[in-house]
């Protein structure tokens, strides 16, 4: 609980106040995409178990936790990551690996992995 109020609130508040911006306005930059992916991440996962995966098995939580998986992924790779950083991840992929620029561009939400 006390790191949660450390590094959650009382950090970002000092630093803002450094910064010289508001603390809200500072949060909500910081934390809004993330927490938007951790919500329809969390959707997904309720819909599932109030439907065809309850829960009753191993079998069961390990397919949640791959659904779980592959939801936050994709949209992490998508409204997470910075710009800097995709363009990053697509040099790195068309030096070693020139084949997955397109889809990892498409799964990014780069408009033309072509240009790199």
């Not at 508001?22 to 809004?32: L, R, W």
């Not at 363009?87 to 992995?113: F, M, N, S, Y």
């Amino acid at each position: 609980m006390v790191l949660i109020v450390n590094r959650g609130f009382l950090t970002p508040a000092l630093l803002s106040r450094q910064l010289g911006c508001p603390v809200t306005g500072f949060m909500t930059a910081i934390a809004a995409r993330p927490l938007g992916v951790a919500a329809v991440t969390g959707t997904v996962l309720w819909v599932c178990r109030a439907t065809w995966l309850p829960g009753n098995s191993l079998r069961q939580i390990i397919e949640a936790g791959a659904v779980s998986a592959v939801v936050s992924f994709a949209l992490a790779g998508r409204y997470c990551v910075l710009e800097d950083h995709r363009r990053r991840i697509l040099e790195l992929l068309q030096r070693k690996a020139p084949l997955l620029v397109a889809p990892a561009g498409r799964w990014l939400g780069e408009t033309a992995p072509s240009e790199i």
